[in-house]
């Protein structure tokens, strides 16, 4: 059973528009949240972060939201550009650990021009 | 910048034999992880290494193994490959066990036929 699930495989967003993908997890004793970049035939990149202890969480265009009570985060890209296309994984950590990170499937953002 | 490579892009190999992945790291990080990634499942930890000669099994360790002999290298080795490890295998490294400091190689597709 996924514990981390981005149920949107894809998302296409005009130009200069938000983007906004989504991320819900089952185990409430996830303490760190975190989001990946992968661009084809590279590995992923670490985007953005949050701690349990905030719901928000901004880095220029980027923000992370989160909703402990849903479980759910979210990550805000305004505004949108072509070079973000990409596919974004969502993780989940216990007490902030790289060697207990569990990731969702992730998302393919296509940004058209 | 922190590097982590990956011999072997591309595989293809026959059910039955034995493959080994290679992972080296050039910034002389203390941990290191081997992750498959497929659709729709995101990233699943197989073995995670935490100093020279030390392992530990991730989520889904069964039909692999891994070698840690230098601080720099980890290997991953299907002992007898089936068609179901035919996967996207993802290296990384990180300095401290903090999740927000992975760093990732650019991936090996292993098709198993």
């Known amino acids: 059973d996924q514990q981390v699930k981005q149920n949107s495989p894809s998302l296409s967003v005009q130009e200069g528009r938000i983007s906004i993908l989504n991320c819900d997890y089952t185990?409430?004793?996830?303490?760190?949240f975190l989001w990946y970049k992968k661009y084809p035939a590279e590995g992923p990149t670490f985007l953005i972060s949050?701690?349990?202890?905030?719901d928000k969480n901004e880095d220029g265009r980027f923000t992370v939201f989160l909703n402990k009570s849903a479980k759910h985060l979210s990550l805000h890209i305004v505004p949108s550009q072509p070079g973000d296309s990409a596919v974004y994984f969502c993780?989940?950590?216990?007490?902030?650990?790289?060697?207990?990170?569990?990731f969702g499937s992730g998302t393919q953002l296509t940004v058209l021009p | 910048d922190v590097k982590v490579t990956q011999s072997s892009r591309y595989l293809v190999k026959r059910t039955g034999e034995k493959v080994f992945l290679e992972c080296v790291q050039d910034?002389?990080?203390?941990?290191m992880f081997w992750y498959r990634q497929d659709p729709g499942l995101g990233l699943r930890l197989i073995y995670f290494?935490?100093?020279?000669?030390?392992?530990e099994k991730g989520d889904i360790p069964e039909g692999y193994s891994v070698s840690r002999e230098k601080k720099e290298r980890f290997s991953l080795i299907l002992e007898s490959a089936s068609t179901n490890q035919t996967s996207m295998y993802l290296c990384?490294?990180?300095?401290?066990?903090?999740?927000?400091?992975?760093?990732f190689g650019e991936g090996s597709w292993l098709t198993v036929v």
């Open positions: 185990n409430s004793m996830f303490d760190y």
């Open positions: 993780a989940a950590s216990l007490s902030g650990s790289a060697r207990q990170l569990t």
């Open positions: 949050i701690s349990s202890i905030k």
């Open positions: 990384a490294s990180s300095g401290d066990r903090v999740a927000n400091t992975i760093y």
């Open positions: 910034m002389d990080h203390e941990n």
């Open positions: 290494s935490y100093d020279v000669k030390m392992k």
